[in-house]
């Protein structure tokens, strides 16, 4: 069975500092992963992926994350946080022969608040 | 388009009521899901269509009912719902990803759905 861990229910930081929200995961074999953003009252947006090749991906707004497959960790960052990156955050996971469909698995979603 | 539009975007419901929640997609994508999301939660997997057929159904009550009319359309039938059935219901969808062609999924912005 896969899973994801995502330990801080919150993470504040201020603006214009570095942020990092936390995801390890648990799957059979190398995994894809990916982290969602979600606003209030929204569906999830995409933001970036890891799939194979370089650890480090770059994603939309900024923001970046590093696969690290000796601690199973893909911890997302931002190097200046912005007010508006205020949201939800789930990190996912799903396995390599998982028929080609998402069957993914989400993290429980951290709360990020930069205050400004 | 990379767009999910999903309509309604509320709706309030008897537990006597029958109503339907819709989903488009013109992406090309051939699996499109259905999730629902509680409050602060992460997102649940419901069903999985996969090239129009139901690929995957997560155990739910058959008090809703998916129906997959065409590669761009997806729907959920509700009938004689519960209370705590209310939630937000997203839709997704992928493109059907085969020998490491892997994609994110698109979001809609999803159905807030009221049973009193």
């Known amino acids: 069975a896969q899973s994801v861990a995502q330990p801080e229910d919150q993470v504040n930081v201020a603006e214009g500092n570095p942020l990092t929200v936390k995801c390890t995961y648990s799957v059979s074999g190398n995994p894809y992963l990916f982290w969602y953003v979600q606003y209030p009252n929204r569906g999830l947006q995409f933001l970036l992926k890891?799939?194979?090749?370089?650890?480090l991906v770059k994603g939309s707004y900024g923001f970046e994350a590093e696969f690290n497959k000796s601690q199973t960790s893909f911890h997302l960052k931002k190097p200046s946080a912005l007010v508006s990156d205020s949201a939800l955050y789930f990190c996912?996971?799903?396995?390599?022969?998982?028929?080609?469909?998402?069957?993914?698995?989400f993290g429980t979603g951290t709360k990020l608040q930069v205050i400004p | 388009d990379t767009e999910v539009t999903q309509t309604p975007k509320h709706l309030v419901m008897g537990m006597t009521n029958k109503k339907s929640l819709k989903c488009e997609q013109h992406?090309?994508?051939?699996?499109m899901y259905w999730y629902k999301q509680k409050a602060k939660k992460p997102p649940e997997l419901m069903f999985v269509?996969?090239?129009?057929?139901?690929?995957i159904n997560e155990s739910v009550p058959s008090r809703f009912s998916p129906e997959c009319p065409n590669s761009s359309l997806l729907n959920l039938h509700l009938h004689a719902l519960q209370p705590e059935d209310s939630a937000l219901y997203l839709c997704a969808s992928s493109l059907q990803g085969f020998s490491g062609r892997e994609t994110e999924a698109f979001f809609g912005q999803g159905t807030r759905l009221t049973v009193v």
């Open positions: 890891y799939i194979t090749g370089d650890n």
């Open positions: 996912a996971v799903r396995p390599r022969n998982s028929g080609g469909y998402q069957k993914v698995t």
């Open positions: 992406m090309g994508h051939r699996a």
């Open positions: 269509y996969s090239y129009e057929k139901l690929s």
